[in-house]
């Protein structure tokens, strides 16, 4: 191109009789391009010159640089030949000819890179796709149980042989799931058939473990015993897996029958006892009956277990509960002390309210030192009115008022809370046991059960404070509280017997002025006469009237409200007749004339006899 251009400027000099320009001069080879041009523009001929040059020069010039021209050509082509072929000569090798540039393709999309590289990845994505496709209309409610069936029957066929490459995505798993829960027996048992070599591995997957819940929940009694014998031998390796733990907890806590229990457990005692494991029990007492001599083996075992499951945070499944439970309930003191560490006293507060848990829980209290006590009273900081209003849970808020000597400790985290929430606590029978403890630790109102359970811990070595002075100084801590919030709510406790009788203990023992509930009450009799014979409003009286804390003082105040009208309803009945009788039997009250002259003006004969009656009379004669 470059020797063309400069051969056509060549021909247009000598059609004007000018001379070859000059290389480095402006006007074409020069610096400034534009500038020639422009001097080549103004030096073109006009058309009269182009007509008057000789044709004969022009023609002669034009063919003699056209066959130069043409010559050359030729020699280059010869010479491009030639080297051609010396260069096939050498390499033996054809040649080869760079294809033309393609236009390039247009970019794919999102989707479309998605799905080219799932394809790349997995050989089976064709089916795997119609697979989801099938389960989207099989998984709708709005289809019949005939019509999801027909579904269920195309996956199987779709899936067979192939279920064990699909469990372990969360996807294709639920596809499984859906097949165990709305198909029929059959379908489970070839989901069953399938997974059986693969349903260790299938445990401990991240998705896989909701399925082999699935099948548990669905399976029947055969199919169950058929997956325990997969299971069999493998549950301590399963126990200590982060997600297959939750397979065995399930299995063991809801499906186990009461042998398969006993040889999950004897699983974790070591290898000789496992052998033995159809005569054993789930319960190491019973086993160190028959072998006491392998004791130290067994607990160093679940000693081993114990530390793997608090390390990894496993303590919240019953399983592993129950195999720490069997450990402090036989080791000893020290032993305990030694397994308590900061990271079971975080897990602590997850547990309380499990029978086991709880039982955990009472034991780090007794055996753990001041410093451990005063760490797990720290993690209960914001849970103490569920624990509380829980069965279990109460019971390691009475081994704390039990053990606990740093009872301002206790008054900031757990009596002030109690206080807080006193409405909800009393409204609960094990919310109602605590306040009772507070009143009366181990008293009447304690069951004998749970007397038992609390002696282990008395006598322990981290417990220096006598139990009497311990007991005044919690009941001096919550007894104000307790009065202003039963003054409050006298009229509705007294709907229900058993916080009735809260009441009436509540006001018989703390030793601050009750006064408060004391005025409640006789304004409640004043303002029904007939109040007095309800049963839980006589038996509360009685019981206030009958001791010295309360006696006097409610007695002033009952004949202060009591006039002629309300001493004829009161004698007309048999419990207003006894409660007038305990009024005046002890004499005490400073006003006691005034219910005498009362009761001078009353016409027993007109009253209707009763053992109460018969006495108020009896007694008056004295």
Same mark, same amino acid.
């Given at each position: 191109?470059?020797?063309?251009?400069?051969?056509?400027?060549?021909?247009?000099?000598?059609?004007?009789?000018?001379?070859?320009?000059?290389?480095?001069k402006?006007?074409?080879?020069?610096?400034? @391009?534009?500038e020639?041009?422009?001097?080549?523009?103004?030096?073109?001929?006009?058309?009269?010159?182009?007509?008057?040059?000789?044709?004969?020069?022009?023609?002669?010039?034009?063919?003699e640089?056209?066959?130069?021209?043409?010559?050359?050509?030729?020699?280059?082509?010869?010479?491009? @030949?030639?080297?051609?072929?010396?260069?096939?000569?050498?390499?033996?090798? @054809?040649?080869?000819?760079?294809?033309t540039?393609?236009?390039?393709?247009?970019?794919?999309?999102?989707?479309?890179?998605k799905?080219?590289?799932?394809s790349?990845?997995?050989?089976?994505?064709?089916?795997?796709?119609?697979?989801?496709?099938?389960?989207?209309k099989?998984?709708?409610?709005?289809?019949?149980k005939?019509?999801?069936?027909?579904?269920?029957?195309?996956?199987?066929?779709?899936?067979?042989?192939?279920? &064990?490459?699909?469990?372990?995505?969360?996807?294709?798993?639920?596809?499984?799931?859906?097949?165990?829960?709305?198909?029929?027996?059959?379908?489970?048992d070839?989901?069953?058939?399938?997974?059986?070599?693969?349903?260790? &591995?299938?445990?401990?997957?991240?998705?896989?473990?909701?399925?082999?819940?699935?099948?548990?929940?669905? *399976?029947?009694?055969?199919?169950?015993?058929?997956?325990?014998?997969?299971?069999?031998?493998?549950?301590?390796?399963?126990?200590?897996?982060a997600?297959?733990?939750?397979?065995?907890?399930?299995?063991?806590?809801e499906?186990?029958?009461?042998?398969?229990?006993?040889?999950i457990?004897t699983?974790?005692?070591?290898?000789?006892?496992? /052998?033995?494991r159809?005569?054993?029990?789930?319960?190491?007492?019973?086993?160190?009956e028959?072998?006491?001599?392998?004791?130290?083996?067994?607990?160093?075992?679940?000693?081993?277990?114990?530390?793997?499951?608090?390390?990894?945070?496993l303590?919240?499944?019953?399983?592993?509960?129950?195999?720490?439970?069997?450990?402090?309930?036989?080791?000893?003191? &020290?032993?305990?002390?030694?397994?308590?560490?900061?990271k079971?006293i975080?897990?602590?507060?997850?547990?309380?309210?499990?029978?086991?848990?709880?039982?955990?829980?009472?034991? *780090?209290?007794?055996?753990?030192?001041?410093?451990?006590?005063?760490?797990?009273?720290?993690?209960?900081?914001?849970?103490?009115?569920?624990?509380?209003?829980?069965?279990?849970?109460?019971?390691? /808020?009475?081994a704390?008022?039990?053990?606990?000597d740093?009872?301002?400790?206790?008054?900031?985290?757990?009596?002030?809370?109690?206080?807080?929430?006193l409405?909800?606590?009393?409204?609960? $029978?094990?919310?109602?046991?605590?306040?009772?403890?507070?009143?009366?630790p181990?008293?009447?109102? %304690?069951?004998?059960?749970?007397?038992?359970?609390?002696?282990?811990?008395?006598?322990?070595?981290?417990?220096?404070k006598?139990?009497?002075?311990?007991?005044? &100084?919690l009941?001096?801590?919550?007894?104000?509280?307790?009065?202003?919030n039963?003054?409050?709510?006298?009229?509705?406790?007294?709907?229900?017997?058993?916080?009735?009788?809260?009441?009436?203990?509540?006001?018989?023992?703390?030793?601050t002025?009750?006064?408060?509930?004391?005025?409640?009450?006789?304004?409640?009799?004043?303002?029904?006469?007939?109040?007095?014979?309800?049963?839980?409003?006589?038996?509360?009286?009685?019981?206030?009237?009958? %001791?010295?804390?309360?006696?006097?003082?409610?007695?002033?105040? /009952?004949?202060d409200?009591?006039?002629?009208?309300?001493?004829?309803?009161?004698? $007309?009945?048999?419990?207003g %007749?006894?409660?007038?009788?305990?009024?005046?039997?002890?004499?005490?009250?400073?006003?006691?004339?005034?219910?005498?002259?009362?009761?001078?003006?009353?016409?027993?004969k007109?009253?209707?006899?009763?053992?109460?009656?018969?006495?108020l009379?009896?007694?008056?004669?004295?």
């Amino acid at each position: 191109s470059f020797k063309l251009s400069y051969y056509n400027e060549y021909k247009s000099y000598l059609r004007m009789g000018k001379a070859k320009p000059k290389a480095g001069k402006a006007g074409t080879y020069g610096k400034n @391009k534009s500038e020639g041009k422009a001097k080549l523009k103004a030096k073109k001929p006009s058309m009269k010159a182009k007509k008057t040059a000789k044709p004969v020069q022009k023609s002669l010039v034009s063919k003699e640089l056209m066959e130069v021209i043409k010559e050359k050509r030729k020699e280059k082509q010869d010479s491009r @030949k030639q080297s051609l072929s010396e260069k096939k000569a050498q390499k033996g090798k @054809k040649r080869k000819i760079k294809d033309t540039p393609k236009e390039p393709a247009e970019p794919l999309k999102k989707k479309q890179l998605k799905k080219l590289r799932k394809s790349n990845d997995n050989d089976d994505y064709e089916n795997i796709m119609k697979i989801k496709k099938v389960w989207e209309k099989a998984r709708k409610n709005t289809i019949s149980k005939a019509e999801k069936l027909e579904y269920i029957i195309e996956l199987k066929g779709m899936m067979k042989g192939k279920v &064990e490459s699909l469990m372990f995505k969360h996807d294709l798993a639920r596809v499984v799931q859906m097949i165990l829960k709305h198909g029929t027996s059959e379908h489970n048992d070839f989901i069953i058939e399938e997974l059986k070599p693969h349903i260790v &591995e299938l445990s401990k997957s991240k998705y896989g473990k909701f399925t082999v819940n699935c099948m548990l929940k669905n *399976s029947t009694k055969a199919q169950r015993n058929t997956m325990f014998r997969c299971f069999s031998g493998n549950f301590k390796k399963l126990a200590v897996h982060a997600d297959a733990v939750s397979v065995v907890d399930t299995f063991y806590n809801e499906y186990a029958t009461s042998n398969q229990r006993t040889e999950i457990i004897t699983e974790f005692y070591g290898k000789d006892l496992y /052998l033995y494991r159809d005569l054993l029990s789930e319960h190491l007492s019973k086993v160190l009956e028959s072998h006491p001599q392998k004791k130290d083996s067994i607990l160093a075992e679940l000693h081993k277990f114990s530390t793997v499951f608090i390390d990894k945070g496993l303590t919240g499944y019953i399983i592993t509960q129950h195999l720490i439970l069997q450990y402090v309930l036989h080791a000893s003191a &020290e032993q305990i002390h030694e397994l308590i560490s900061d990271k079971l006293i975080e897990q602590l507060v997850n547990f309380v309210h499990t029978k086991e848990g709880s039982k955990i829980t009472m034991r *780090s209290i007794w055996f753990g030192s001041a410093k451990h006590r005063k760490n797990i009273l720290k993690t209960f900081k914001g849970h103490v009115k569920d624990m509380c209003t829980n069965e279990n849970g109460y019971l390691v /808020l009475l081994a704390v008022f039990d053990a606990v000597d740093d009872t301002v400790m206790v008054r900031k985290v757990i009596l002030s809370e109690i206080l807080e929430n006193l409405d909800t606590i009393v409204m609960s $029978s094990s919310g109602r046991s605590v306040i009772n403890y507070l009143l009366q630790p181990r008293g009447k109102q %304690c069951h004998p059960l749970i007397i038992e359970m609390l002696k282990p811990g008395d006598g322990n070595a981290f417990s220096k404070k006598e139990s009497a002075v311990r007991s005044s &100084e919690l009941l001096a801590c919550i007894a104000s509280g307790l009065v202003s919030n039963f003054a409050a709510n006298t009229e509705s406790m007294l709907l229900d017997n058993a916080t009735a009788l809260l009441l009436s203990t509540a006001a018989m023992t703390v030793s601050t002025d009750v006064t408060p509930i004391l005025q409640e009450l006789a304004q409640l009799c004043s303002a029904d006469h007939k109040f007095v014979e309800g049963i839980t409003s006589h038996v509360t009286l009685r019981n206030l009237l009958s %001791c010295e804390n309360t006696r006097k003082r409610l007695s002033e105040l /009952l004949i202060d409200i009591l006039d002629t009208d309300m001493v004829k309803v009161w004698v $007309s009945s048999n419990r207003g %007749c006894f409660t007038l009788l305990r009024i005046i039997e002890h004499g005490e009250a400073d006003n006691h004339d005034k219910l005498l002259e009362e009761l001078k003006k009353i016409s027993f004969k007109a009253v209707s006899t009763s053992v109460g009656r018969d006495k108020l009379v009896e007694f008056l004669k004295k």
